[in-house]
């Protein structure tokens, strides 16, 4: 593993730095699109008007405000940096989390992260270009996945891959655990222990939607019923639809805005390697 890192491909030292910003830009951008669908949940559930959405209404939103084109173009860029940061990152190993069956589960995992936010950053860039018309949802790409030759399979693993990654999102947050790109010392030092108290809550509330999407995903793939893959805004629908839902959607929805919070927190915190 040590010689594929010594290979791996170098920025010039007069680039990377504006690649770190990027990825930190990106950074923002998520911490802002979790703070929104968080808010809008959050109204809903307290009975103050709101609404579930996903990533893609959050950035119909943006584009609509004013300066919200340009807004959504620094979004979209830098989103898809840190999408391709993140696959750098799993490529190369440079997180050192090596090459057995664990190491490749995790950067396999990382993969699917970055190619769902890569996803989000091209939708940005499209709604910037002024193509408005309406974007794909999670059974638009469930049917042409299903479409392939054994997609409903593919599909199927693509779910219980995301849906092991938001059970582990919610264990992290149980274990107090975060990710090897946040320089906690630092965040304690000059933000305090609660910040990450936040950042634990955070990640709880995502990691719930996330398996509940990755099963609605899974379930589609094997059942081959396109119409039953779901997104953000599907998981949050079913949660509200819960016995008791509007106190589960409320304490989720908080959660959401905790972990935007704490993204917006990565954009001085993180350990860019």
Not at 68 to 77: A, F, R, V
Not at 181 to 190: A, C, G, K, P, Y
Request: aromatic share 10%; net charge positive; charged share 15%.
């Amino acid at each position: 593993m040590d010689n594929v890192l010594a290979n791996a491909p170098a920025l010039p030292p007069d680039v990377r730095p504006w690649v770190k910003r990027l990825v930190r830009v990106g950074y923002a951008a998520k911490g802002v699109i979790y703070l929104l669908i968080g808010v809008l949940a959050l109204q809903l559930a307290l009975g103050e008007g709101g609404r579930v959405t996903d990533a893609s209404g959050v950035l119909r939103a943006i584009v609509e405000q004013p300066f919200g084109p340009g807004m959504l173009l620094l979004i979209g860029i830098g989103i898809l940096a840190y999408a391709g940061w993140e696959i750098a990152q799993a490529i190369f190993d440079t997180r050192r989390q090596g090459s057995g069956a664990k190491g490749w589960i995790n950067r396999s995992l990382t993969v699917i992260k970055a190619v769902v936010y890569g996803a989000i950053g091209f939708e940005a860039m499209r709604l910037v270009l002024g193509d408005t018309q309406r974007s794909q949802g999670a059974d638009d790409y469930a049917r042409t996945t299903m479409s392939f030759p054994l997609g409903g399979i593919f599909l199927g693993l693509i779910g219980i891959g995301i849906s092991v990654y938001g059970v582990r999102q919610i264990w992290q947050a149980w274990q107090f655990k975060f990710d090897d790109d946040l320089d906690q010392n630092q965040l304690r030092r000059e933000g305090g222990g609660w910040l990450l108290s936040l950042g634990r809550w955070g990640i709880g509330a995502r990691g719930v939607t996330l398996t509940i999407m990755g099963y609605a995903l899974a379930r589609a793939g094997f059942d081959r019923r396109p119409s039953k893959a779901g997104g953000m805004s599907d998981s949050l629908w079913t949660l509200f639809s819960q016995p008791y839902g509007r106190w589960l959607l409320a304490a989720v929805a908080a959660g959401l805005i905790c972990f935007g919070v704490f993204q917006l927190l990565h954009t001085r915190y993180a350990k860019l390697r």
